[in-house]
C-alpha cells in the first residue's frame, strides 16, 4: 500500500485532501499541531500524530517508508503575518525547510506544496501568469515563495522530487468563517447566519479568483500522479475567472456594511490555469455560483 503524509490534514483543504487519498486506498499519515485544524475533521482511517513541524527531531522518524508527502500546514492569514512577522515566518519557513529535510532524509519519491496566489502581489497585468516576477506585499506572500525556492533547491541538490501549487481562494465546507481561507465567503456565511449584515472592506469592487476545494484536492493528486512534474515547477491552481466582492454578497445575499480597505490585500487577483491544464492535465469543474450553493447548504 502507497504510503502518503499529509502535514495540515486536519485543516480545511487538508482535511478534504485526506478523505480523497483514503478513498482512493493510500495509507495516509497526517501531522497537525491542531493550532488551526480541527480534530473533527480529521479521517479516523487517518493516522494522526499531534506534532508541530517546527520541532524537526519529533517529525523526523514519522516520515519512514513515506512514498509522497503534502505540504499544507502553514499560518496562512495574510493580516496576522503583517501583524507577527517572526511568529508566522517560524511555522511557514522554517517549518517548510523542516518537511523538505525530512522528507529528502527519508528517500520520499515526491513532495507536493501549498503555495499561494500572494506570491504574485502588486503586477500591472492580469491574469497572473507563472512566468511572472513576483513581488509578494505581505510577510505570509514572502514565506510561501521562499518555500517554493527551497523546493526547487531541493529538487536540484539533492533528488527530492518537488512540486508548488499556487491556490488562490480557495473555499468549500469545512472552511472557516474565522480563518484566513476563503475569509470573503466564510464571513459572509457566518454574518448570514447570525442575521447579521455582511462586512465588506473597502467598496467591494475588489475582485478574487475562486477555486473550489475539490477542484484544488484533484490538483494535488494529479501533482502527486503527473510524470510531468517533479523538479521544482509553479503551477497555479485557480478558476481562471474573478469576480467582486460585491458579487460574492449577492449570491449569499443580506444587508451589506462597508469598512475602510485594509492594508496588505491585492485589488485584484486574476490567475491563468493554462500550465495546470498541460502539465497536470487539470482544469476547475465547479462554477462559483454552484460552489456558494453547495456552501449555503454545508454552512446555514
Sequence with gaps: MTKVLVTGGAGFIGSHLVNRLIKEGYKVIVIDNL??????????????????????ERILPLFKGVDYVFHLAANPHIIFSIEHPIETHKVNV??????????????????????????????????????????????????????????KIFSSLYDLETVS????????????????????IGRFLKLKKEGK?????????????????????????????SKKVG???????????????????????GKRVYLPARKGEMKHTLGDNSLARKL?????????????????????
Design 94 to 151: 522554517d517549518g517548510t525547510l523542516n518537511i523538505l529535510y525530512a522528507s529528502y532524509k527519508n528517500k520520499v519519491k515526491r513532495l507536493i506544496f501549498a503555495s499561494t496566489s500572494a506570491v504574485y502581489g502588486k503586477q500591472k497585468n492580469l491574469p497572473l501568469k507563472e512566468s511572472m516576477i513576483p513581488n509578494p506585499i505581505s510577510p505570509y506572500g514572502l514565506h510561501k515563495l521562499i518555500g517554493e525556492y527551497y523546493c
Design 231 to 253: 523538479k521544482g515547477e509553479v503551477i497555479n491552481i485557480c478558476y481562471g475567472k474573478n469576480y467582486s466582492i460585491n458579487y460574492i454578497a449577492k449570491l449569499i445575499g
Design 280 to 300: 497536470l492535465g487539470w482544469k476547475p469543474k465547479v462554477s462559483l455560483e454552484e460552489g456558494i450553493e453547495i456552501c449555503k447548504k454545508s454552512f446555514l
Design 35 to 56: 493550532s488551526s485544524g480541527k480534530k473533527e475533521n480529521l479521517n479516523p482511517k487517518a493516522i494522526f500524530y499531534k506534532v508541530d513541524i517546527c520541532n524537526l
Design 165 to 184: 501549487l499556487r491556490y488562490f481562494n480557495v473555499y468549500g465546507p469545512r472552511m472557516d468563517p474565522e480563518g484566513p481561507y476563503a475569509l470573503v
Design 197 to 225: 449584515p455582511l462586512t465588506i472592506y473597502g467598496d467591494g469592487k475588489q475582485t478574487r479568483d475562486f477555486v473550489y476545494v475539490d477542484d484544488v484536492v484533484e490538483a494535488n493528486i494529479l501533482a502527486m500522479k
